[in-house]
């Protein structure tokens, strides 16, 4: 069972070997699902952090990651992604590298200093916001994942969301 600690050196973040492993695989994925700015090559204006093709994604999870500021007026929730989506995703990708060049090996400690911990607060609620996406997670969901039936093929998605939530509850109350 994980264990995040306040000490001397930093935030010693304790992962048994296949939590290490659910994280490792979770910020792979996450990395993945963001991917590039669509349509930007890096030229242009691209090479300066601004989207020519910047719109707000079908799918659900990136639309969660990526929301509009502006609700009720597209046309400046189109300039404000123009602007910032580039940048966001850029973040997004460096905090969950963040965790994946500060894992320990499998089983072992991580000791974060408080950038390397801020980090992985910020990834760990990009991946819990995914996986609430995808699973559909609202304030009932404690009562929703009681009923499943154990071969229910979401149970170890819900039960991943619980331990994320659990983990970075650990990170917030270490660092405060």
Do not use: C
Request: zero cysteines; aromatic letters at 6%.
């Amino acid at each position: 069972m994980s264990d995040v600690k306040k000490t001397r050196h930093g935030i010693r973040v304790r992962l048994e070997a296949e939590e290490t492993a659910l994280v490792r695989a979770l910020m792979e994925q996450l990395i993945a699902l963001i991917g590039d700015t669509p349509g930007d090559s890096g030229e242009g204006l691209a090479s300066i952090g601004i989207s020519e093709n910047a719109t707000k994604s079908d799918d659900p999870v990136l639309a969660r990651l990526f929301p509009d500021a502006y609700r009720d007026d597209g046309e400046a929730a189109g300039e404000f992604r123009r602007y910032t989506e580039m940048g966001l995703r850029d973040g997004k990708r460096e905090a969950a590298a963040t965790v994946l060049g500060s894992l320990g090996e499998t089983g072992s400690d991580t000791v974060l200093d408080d950038k390397q911990a801020q980090a992985w607060l910020r990834a760990l609620n990009d991946v819990r916001l995914a996986l609430g996406t995808r699973l559909d997670i609202g304030e009932e969901w404690y009562e929703e994942a009681a009923r499943l039936d154990p071969r229910d093929p979401r149970t170890p998605m819900f039960a991943a969301y619980d331990w994320l939530t659990m983990l970075q509850e650990g990170l917030v109350r270490a660092l405060w």
